[in-house]
């Protein structure tokens, strides 16, 4: 009976021994694929800077092959001028720090250097003594580039805002000398600060970068209706955001007087704006842009507000001197046009010819 249960006994403790020899070769089996499949570079080195171990993510972030990497020194990823932190690291893993995110450049096989998080911590034997230091390197070059745009994009936002103010203080200089009544002095200024507003909207949702002339008239006419008086044809540009403003508050002047007086006044108008790319007397690529309407002789009225007021100043200065080009705009019975001519490369988005191939192709249209 005895000798059974020792039996039993020793055949209890052999099956525990080899459940968990078996639990550990599955742990370790876990760990290295959790190792071997992870995103971010894996690496392993002795306290000399020479790389243990290497897994996939390393070697498609890196360059080298494990078999490669393998037996070197990890100063093989560091650049010249950059060996001094090596040292440091190596300093501070013997005296059992961790270092996390560490943000620093590492080089490629290739020479390329590329930018990463570093994550370190000592690795200790079974007695506790550190005998060396796991780094794992995550590729943080997309979210330097985001950081970069956002640096821009507020800088550029910055300057657009501190130039919209100067427009608008211009705005309500020039309104003020030409308005006798408060109620349509505020009428004016609050349409027009609208009307960059809406500028301002199509370049945000840009990330400011532009925007195509045809939204940028659409969105100018927008609040004045009558959609199937007008047409719109020309080839499909992205403006630059000064242009985008610049234009933006042409439209809305334009706009605006044509609501009152022209075109969009009646039923019977007809509003045409055209725009084409073609070589100037220099030889360089021009804009040609035209506003063109045309309306009912009867019952027309006097235009004094775009003859004489801030909407002139925008047609005839602000618009075409913010471009480096030069504009006409002429009135006769029952018409109005406006035409405008610049560099092109000072209208739109530099985009390797892409735009300016297109315009040369079959010019797009819109009713």
Not at 29 to 53: G, M, P
Not at 94 to 106: D, K
Not at 231 to 255: D, I, K, R, Y
Not at 292 to 301: F, I, L, Y
Request: hydrophobic share 40%.
């Amino acid at each position: 009976m005895g000798e059974k249960a020792a039996q039993g006994g020793d055949g209890t403790l052999k099956e525990l021994a080899s459940l968990e020899a078996s639990t550990n070769v599955s742990a370790d089996a876990r760990l290295a694929a959790i190792i071997d499949s992870s995103f971010d570079a894996i690496i392993s080195k002795d306290l000399n800077s020479i790389i243990t171990s290497w897994n996939g993510a390393a070697q498609r972030m890196f360059g080298y092959a494990a078999e490669e990497a393998i037996g070197r020194s990890m100063l093989m990823l560091v650049p010249d001028h950059l060996r001094d932190e090596e040292a440091d690291i190596i300093v501070r893993v013997r005296n059992g720090e961790r270092v996390a995110s560490y943000e620093t450049i590492r080089q490629r096989k290739d020479g390329s250097f590329i930018a990463v998080s570093l994550t370190i911590s000592p690795i200790r034997n079974i007695t506790g003594e550190i005998i060396g230091a796991s780094k794992i390197a995550r590729d943080i070059t997309a979210t330097r580039e985001s950081e970069r745009r956002i640096r821009h994009l507020l800088r550029e936002v910055n300057h657009r805002v501190k130039n919209q103010f100067a427009v608008i203080l211009s705005m309500i200089r020039e309104t003020s000398k030409r308005s006798t009544d408060p109620r349509e002095f505020e009428e004016l200024i609050r349409s027009r600060i609208m009307a960059l507003s809406r500028s301002h909207d199509l370049l945000v949702n840009s990330d400011w970068a532009g925007a195509s002339l045809f939204d940028l008239v659409q969105e100018q006419l927008k609040p004045f209706g009558r959609e199937e008086q007008v047409s719109l044809s020309g080839p499909l540009l992205t403006l630059q955001p000064n242009a985008v403003q610049n234009l933006g508050m042409a439209f809305h002047e334009l706009g605006t007087n044509s609501s009152k007086y022209g075109a969009l006044a009646c039923d019977a108008g007809r509003l045409e704006i055209t725009w084409q790319i073609a070589n100037g007397v220099s030889g360089n690529r021009e804009i040609h842009l035209a506003w063109d309407e045309t309306m009912p002789k009867q019952g027309e009225r006097r235009d004094e507000s775009t003859r004489k007021g801030f909407g002139t100043v925008v047609l005839q200065r602000v618009a075409p001197q913010s471009l480096n080009g030069s504009a006409v705009l002429k009135r006769s019975p029952g018409h109005l046009s406006w035409s405008l001519t610049a560099p092109l490369e000072s209208i739109i988005v530099p985009q390797l010819g892409a735009e300016i191939a297109a315009a040369d192709s079959e010019p797009s249209f819109r009713p």
